[in-house]
């Protein structure tokens, strides 16, 4: 909480010295969809969806023909010299007769195509990128949700806020009144001086809770549009009213005994074990041969002068087909210690998979179990707040008929300054805990 306090003066801060720019308006829905458009976390998660395609995608290139071309050329400035028994020219026995071999430039065009044929890793390593991409997609969901999160809780709190400065404003304006009326009073020897300072000292309050207030919403528009990724020096007006945060029923959150299997988290987990289960039998499929096939096009040239390049007398053709065996035969236990780790990291990600299923459960539960008690809690808050609210008008009509001391306006504005709190605070424990449950059930 102290790192978000922190980045929101940060950023209130930035705001302050890039001056008034145009705004814009948002619902919460239509701020959730501008969020998954632009918020930054997401922007990176669609990277990695794509990142992983792509990966893909050179799996399956590297199965299909790879054709390579080369050319190479070779000007020999002094030509290397051999020794021939000199016998077979006629010479004399014993001795060597000097000689070159080979042209002075030299051309070789050289291109392959190799196909693979078989190998086991290959085939379950394809079925295994293609999950590799589903697994992105199922961590760009889960940050989705996080996200909608995210912003239906900024969005709230920020509405909480300009709900609560209404409030406190409409409170500051009656009493500012008052204590005008009050000191008018005391200047026609009607009242005395402590009551006058009862009165200020209640005003001062209460114009600190409004300047608080103020900082409130500041820090709450911040978090929000920075969630939103929404540029901080644009200010933005929030068009969905509190009630939208506070008409909450448990009902709406039905769950079932799969309800658990079905979140994103759980569906994580099992991607997870899948893509470990492809990672063993790959490694086991090392143990298969491997078969492979290729075509040699060559084109060599020879000569003594710089013709070879002009001279297509001089070039000679090789062509070249052949198929390649490789089969595994003894790797010092190395293979047999890949499989067995990769085997025992099939089996955590079993257990993880049942930890994480059985986590769910208890969140789903507890989630419940929180957004019942704040909708109680905010019932209890919001009659409190009326009660309060009742106390603190008739305290004051009281006061103003001479039948109240300042000390009972005091604590009855004390107690309505209290239950105000509480219910902002109620306000947005609701809305969290609704839109927490929300996300595990959105499936």
Do not use: W
Not at 49 to 54: F, N, T
Not at 113 to 142: C, H, M, P, T, W
Request: glycine share 4%; charged share 20%; aromatic share 8%.
């Amino acid at each position: 909480m102290k790192r978000i306090l922190a980045l929101c003066l940060f950023i209130a801060g930035v705001s302050g010295n890039t001056g008034y720019a145009q705004g814009q308006s948002f619902s919460l829905a239509e701020a959730q969809d501008y969020a998954l458009v632009h918020n930054y976390s997401l922007l990176e998660s669609k990277e990695e969806v794509e990142k992983a395609q792509a990966r893909v995608n050179e799996v399956i290139a590297s199965g299909l023909p790879q054709v390579n071309g080369s050319a190479g050329y070779q000007n020999f400035i002094k030509q290397p010299v051999q020794l021939i028994p000199a016998e077979f020219f006629g010479g004399e026995p014993g001795t060597f007769q000097p000689v070159i071999f080979g042209t002075k430039q030299n051309m070789n065009l050289d291109v392959t195509a190799n196909q693979l044929l078989f190998d086991g890793s290959y085939i379950i390593g394809l079925k295994a990128a293609r999950e590799v991409v589903e697994l992105s997609k199922l961590q760009r969901k889960l940050s989705t949700q996080e996200i909608r999160k995210k912003v239906y809780d900024a969005y709230a709190m920020a509405v909480a806020a300009e709900e609560n400065l209404k409030t406190l404003e409409a409170s500051a304006k009656n009493l500012e009144e008052l204590a005008n009326q009050t000191e008018a009073l005391k200047s026609e020897g009607l009242t005395d001086d402590i009551t006058v300072s009862q009165l200020q000292i209640n005003l001062s309050n209460l114009q600190y809770a409004v300047d608080n207030a103020k900082t409130q919403i500041t820090m709450a528009k911040n978090l929000l549009k920075f969630t939103l990724g929404f540029p901080i020096d644009r200010e933005v007006v929030l068009t969905t009213g509190i009630d939208a945060f506070t008409e909450v029923g448990i009902d709406q959150f039905a769950t079932d005994q799969y309800s658990a299997l079905r979140t994103t988290e759980a569906k994580l987990a099992r991607q997870n074990l899948l893509l470990k289960e492809y990672r063993y039998k790959a490694d086991r499929a090392s143990y298969l041969p491997t078969l492979s096939a290729y075509f040699s096009h060559q084109q060599n040239a020879f000569g003594q002068e710089f013709s070879v390049f002009t001279n297509s007398d001089n070039y000679f053709t090789t062509n070249l087909v052949g198929i390649n065996l490789s089969v595994p035969i003894f790797s010092s236990l190395r293979k047999k210690n890949e499989i067995k780790q990769s085997k025992i990291e099939v089996t955590l990600a079993k257990i993880n998979d049942q930890k994480v299923s059985e986590a769910m459960r208890l969140e789903i539960s507890n989630a419940q179990a929180t957004l019942k008690n704040q909708i109680n809690n905010y019932k209890t808050q919001q009659a409190n707040l009326d009660l309060s609210t009742k106390i603190r008008e008739q305290t004051l009509i009281k006061f103003k008929e001479g039948l109240a001391s300042s000390f009972d306006l005091n604590q009855s504005e004390n107690q309505f300054l209290e239950a105000q709190a509480k219910y902002v605070n109620a306000v947005i424990n609701l809305s969290q805990a609704k839109s927490n449950l929300d996300k595990l059930l959105n499936n």
